[in-house]
């Protein structure tokens, strides 16, 4: 996961996201903010791909569950997916401790900075569509936001030099009320006579939810509708547990997020209210939502093999064997080919969402435990700089390395 350590409130940040407490309930709400009683769209890929190795599930289930039993984390939810569509899904742990409530395959968490890569696929369907181009000034959509010469391929990259809006006590002081997009964005502009000059990669909020802001000056509506629209009710998708929180009302059946603070689990989940974070990290979705989407986003299915390619090949290294794309993270998965993802978390939740390109598989795996006491998908023995992370541990079981 592409780290990022930011102060803010009382938690570090890593790959943003939002939060506001909910139970871990199955239902899931309507987009007008009413409960959908309706039953839980299924995974089309579960449903209609081959069986998948059950020893080989099982042995996945099992590492989730000593996982948790080691406390590295409450709960766990994960989802595994193999070339011909074959699909495993586990979970492990609690999802409310105060509730008691089992951790369910299909249970929802705040998805943080995933959410800049469903923007940036808006972003890209917008140029497929000659609507705007990577190359447009920011002064072309927001005339009056500072620093007018920066690009959109800019924005989507973190090589803006923009300041993060987040930083700004104005934001943190008040992290836990709802703010308007044009609250955040006065603050954006405020806050940019300490801008660098642009090039360089730091990743910044403030990039995304400026996009937000394009997308809406371009298409005519917000960002969230524009998302739905293009991306989430895409019947081939079923994207049915996936929600923008806070902006289409608040979904009920949220995992509750925990922080260790040296005496045990403590719900976080309270602190930042969604809005704070719009289009820079405000979603909500499930292991097999996310899964369908990145598996649809990596197969071109989402836009044209052009902006795939740009997503991917406009990037920046960040460090040896890792890059920043359009929306997108890259690592060295030598010999096995190059691992596309994204990851996010905040206030309770740690999310990652991966494609394998060489043997064409997917993971998504989401934990309901801050990052503030380390990044418990992937966590590194200090002595001998090995990984015993939940993720390395699936990709290793699943790819039989």
Not at 14 to 19: E, F, K, M, P, V
Not at 228 to 254: A, H, K, M, N, Q
Not at 274 to 296: I, K, Y
Not at 390 to 395: A, G
Request: glycine residues 10%.
């Amino acid at each position: 996961m592409l780290r990022k350590g930011v102060t803010f409130g009382l938690l570090a940040v890593s790959a943003l996201a939002c939060g506001v407490s909910g139970s871990a309930s199955s239902d899931p709400v309507a987009a007008d903010g009413g409960v959908d009683s309706s039953p839980p769209i299924a995974d089309a890929r579960a449903a209609d791909g081959p069986p998948f190795d059950p020893a080989l599930c099982d042995k996945l289930r099992g590492l989730a569950q000593a996982y948790v039993a080691a406390r590295h984390t409450p709960g766990i939810a994960f989802r595994a997916q193999l070339k011909d569509g074959a699909t495993c899904a586990g979970s492990a742990g609690i999802a409310d401790l105060a509730g008691a409530t089992p951790m369910t395959d299909d249970a929802r968490f705040r998805v943080g900075s995933i959410t800049k890569t469903f923007v940036a696929t808006v972003v890209l369907q917008l140029v497929d569509e000659k609507v705007l181009t990577l190359a447009d000034p920011l002064s072309k959509w927001l005339p009056t936001f500072p620093r007018g010469a920066v690009t959109i391929e800019q924005l989507l990259s973190h090589t803006s030099g923009l300041v993060d809006y987040l930083y700004d006590p104005s934001i943190q002081s008040t992290q836990d009320r709802p703010h308007t997009v044009d609250e955040l964005v006065a603050v954006a502009a405020r806050v940019q006579s300490g801008a660098s000059a642009p090039g360089n990669f730091a990743y910044s909020n403030t990039n995304y939810l400026l996009l937000g802001r394009i997308i809406e000056s371009a298409s005519g509506t917000a960002w969230h509708a524009q998302v739905r629209r293009r991306i989430l009710d895409r019947p081939d998708l079923r994207l049915g547990s996936t929600f923008v929180y806070g902006l289409e009302g608040t979904p009920v059946s949220l995992a509750k997020g925990y922080q260790d603070n040296g005496n045990g689990w403590v719900d976080v989940s309270n602190l930042t209210h969604p809005t704070v974070m719009d289009a820079a990290g405000c979603m909500v979705s499930s292991m097999a939502d996310l899964g369908n989407f990145w598996r649809a986003l990596n197969e071109a299915r989402l836009f044209s093999t052009s902006s795939l390619d740009a997503m991917r090949s406009h990037s920046v290294v960040v460090a040896p064997g890792q890059s920043v794309g359009l929306g997108v993270e890259s690592f060295d998965g030598a010999p096995l080919g190059t691992l596309f993802g994204h990851g996010g978390g905040f206030g309770g939740y740690s999310n990652q969402m991966q494609y394998f390109k060489g043997p064409d598989a997917t993971l998504t795996v989401a934990v309901n435990v801050s990052l503030q006491v380390g990044d418990a998908l992937e966590l590194m023995d200090p002595q001998t700089n090995v990984h015993h992370g939940i993720r390395p541990q699936l990709w290793q079981a699943l790819l039989g390395l």
